[in-house]
């Protein structure tokens, strides 16, 4: 059977004033991520390594910040039609795998949710879907708190 893998990578700047969302997940911290839509850094990420994968383009090519109608968008739903975009050109998504580099908060106990929540939408096992979250020891802007990062990687399947 082929395969392709894809590989997504974002960051948004942490910022007062903004809720924190990771992978639908509201997470209660002093700061939230800056960006056009809710900033879901995780779920971006995501999307990134499903498009790629299936040589779709990118996150900005099908949700632009130049288009308002993403302004303050749910990355979620954003998700959801990225996995329409892969059911329409054949794919079918083998696994995910992710990992968030934030000093802080701690992410630990709001993983099996993220996990819950990709996997409902992405419509695959929660099994398929693994989240994962380290710090970078105090280094570079992840360590200094001033934003969150993250990295996605994705198999998928010609159907």
Known sequence: MKFRIGHGYDVHRLVEG????LGGVYIPYSKGL??????DVLTHAVIDA???AAALGDIGKHFPDSD???RGAD???LLQKTAELLREAGYEIGNLDVTVLAQAPKLASFIPL????LAKVLAVEEGAVS???TTEEGLGFTGRG???ACHSVCLIFPK
């Open 18 to 21: 903004r809720a924190l969302v």
């Open 50 to 52: 499903l498009l790629g």
């Open 75 to 77: 990355s979620m739903v």
């Open 131 to 133: 989240v994962k979250a």
């Open 68 to 70: 308002e109608a993403y």
């Open 114 to 117: 993220m996990r819950s929540r």
């Open 146 to 148: 001033e934003g969150i």
């Open 34 to 39: 800056l960006g056009h839509s809710d900033a």
